[in-house]
Nanobody, 114 residues
Framework: QVQLVEVGGGLVQPGGSLRLSCEAS????????MRWYRQTPGKERELVAG????????IYAESVKGRFTVSRHNAKNTVYLQMNSLKPGETAVYYC???????WGQGTQVTVSS
């Protein structure tokens, strides 16, 4: 069955870095535009970054430009989100999303706190 499994979340101090990974299975990963979203309680899910099937087009939320990097490895069925210079306001559950058929992972918690 279709699965998206995010790993890599955790507790990090302000200014620190984390690398999230999302491994896909059960569908042809290389055919899907992949996106990362985040959500905090009481707020709508926010698009963080997106990457096309071969990585030739990438988008970022304005608030993360220059600090976050999205990438993918199609042979490994995995999309990544490198997050640098993290801020306390970026504490959230981070989700990966396969756009074409609206597949979602279970999310991974990122907590930015001293």
């Amino acid at each position: 069955q279709v699965q998206l499994v995010e790993v890599g979340g955790g507790l990090v101090q302000p200014g620190g870095s984390l690398r999230l990974s999302c491994e896909a299975s059960g569908f042809t990963f290389s055919r899907y535009v992949m996106r990362w979203y985040r959500q905090t309680p009481g707020k709508e899910r926010e698009l963080v970054a997106g990457i096309t099937t071969v990585g030739d087009s990438i988008i970022y939320a304005e608030s993360v430009k220059g600090r976050f990097t999205v990438s993918r490895h199609n042979a490994k069925n995995t999309v990544y989100l490198q997050m640098n210079s993290l801020k306390p306001g970026e504490t959230a559950v981070y989700y990966c999303h396969a756009q074409l058929d609206d597949y979602w992972g279970q999310g991974t918690q990122v907590t930015v706190s001293s």
